[in-house]
């Protein structure tokens, strides 16, 4: 089993940062393609970000394309995103995912998840 903890979140104004970050627990993540997810209130979970087991690459939703950057360090079993130029849109419960797949995806079928943390972003 993995165990997954976002930390990060808040309250941040329109066009400020933040950072996310997602500590894994229960098993080495250094083989695991992993995902950010977002659910706003009273929308769908969708995609956010993936990035493949050595950071090799990575895949952005358009919404959050040249905003959001996802990395990780294997090393730390964490996995980060960092988002820049926050829009109100972007307020949500942010979702850490890990999946035995190493390539990610962006389909919120991921085998492990977080139980998420809340970013506010005011306009």
């Known amino acids: 089993q993995v165990q997954l903890v976002e930390s990060g979140g808040g309250l941040v104004q329109a066009g400020g940062s933040l950072r996310l970050s997602c500590a894994a627990s229960?098993?080495?993540?250094?083989?695991?393609?992993m995902g950010w997810f977002r659910q706003a209130p009273g929308k769908e979970r969708e995609f956010v970000a993936t990035i493949t087991w050595n950071g090799g690459s990575t895949y952005y939703a358009d919404s959050v394309k040249g905003r959001f950057t996802i990395s990780r360090d294997n090393a730390k079993n964490t996995v980060y995103l960092q988002m820049d130029r926050r829009k109100p849109e972007d307020t949500a419960v942010y979702y850490c995912?890990?999946?035995?797949?190493?390539?990610?995806?962006?389909?919120?079928?991921?085998?492990?998840w977080g139980q998420g943390t809340q970013v506010t972003v005011s306009s």
């Open positions: 229960g098993r080495i993540i250094s083989t695991y393609g």
């Open positions: 995912a890990a999946d035995q797949n190493p390539f990610g995806g962006v389909r919120d079928d991921y085998d492990y």
